[in-house]
């Protein structure tokens, strides 16, 4: 197992559409041991493969709590079933938007299919945090940031400040 390294934005890689998987072999769970390794170290509580450079419809998630025995969860080939009318409202964050969190609105509810780490077909019903997650993990396999979701006005602000955090870095780094 290893740590990859995390994509930040803005970056062109992070807008790919992400392909289906067509076999959940050893190769494939090697990825995901890696990202649920990456995930932890960082810490976050999601990740999708794109996050780490690989355009596979792949993504793990831990949603246990400081204290409690770790839960570790693996997608691949997530799809929505359904989602409910009803809303709910989460702070977002993510691993590639470092340092900004922002309210966004999705369905409060949703049932989704997936193949596990072993490749068996599931079905889910989602609710709170877990749909708030997987939802925003979901929109990273279509090239979609929880930044897309707010206005254009903050995204853009976002965008620069991160920008201008790479430039520097690069300058600190040269
Ligand atoms: O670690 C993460 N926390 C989080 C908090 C609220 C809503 C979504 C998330 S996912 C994020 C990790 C990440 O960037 N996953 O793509
Ligand atoms: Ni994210």
């Not at 693996?74 to 938007?97: H, K, R, W």
């Not at 991160?162 to 600190?172: G, I, M, N, R």
Request: hydrophobic fraction near 40%; charged fraction near 35%; proline fraction near 6%.
């Amino acid at each position: 197992m290893s740590i990859r390294e995390i994509i930040v934005a803005p970056d062109p890689r992070l807008k790919q559409v992400s392909k289906p998987v067509e076999k959940v072999d050893d190769e494939l769970r090697a990825l995901m041991d890696d990202m649920l390794e990456t995930m932890y170290d960082a810490p976050g509580i999601g990740l999708a493969a794109i996050q780490v450079g690989v355009p596979k419809r792949v993504i793990v998630m831990d949603l246990a709590r400081e204290g409690e025995a770790p839960q570790p969860r693996y997608f691949v080939n997530p799809e929505i079933l359904s989602s409910s009318e009803d809303t709910a409202v989460y702070e977002e964050g993510c691993l590639s938007v470092p340092d900004f969190y922002e309210d966004v609105e999705r369905p409060a509810q949703c049932r989704i299919r997936y193949l596990d780490y072993q490749g068996e077909i599931r079905e889910e019903d989602c609710d709170e945090l877990f749909a708030t997650c997987i939802q925003h993990e979901m929109d990273h396999l279509e090239g979609v940031l929880f930044i897309d979701h707010l206005s254009k006005l903050k995204r853009s602000m976002m965008l620069k400040k991160l920008t201008k955090a790479k430039k520097l870095q690069e300058k600190e780094l040269a």
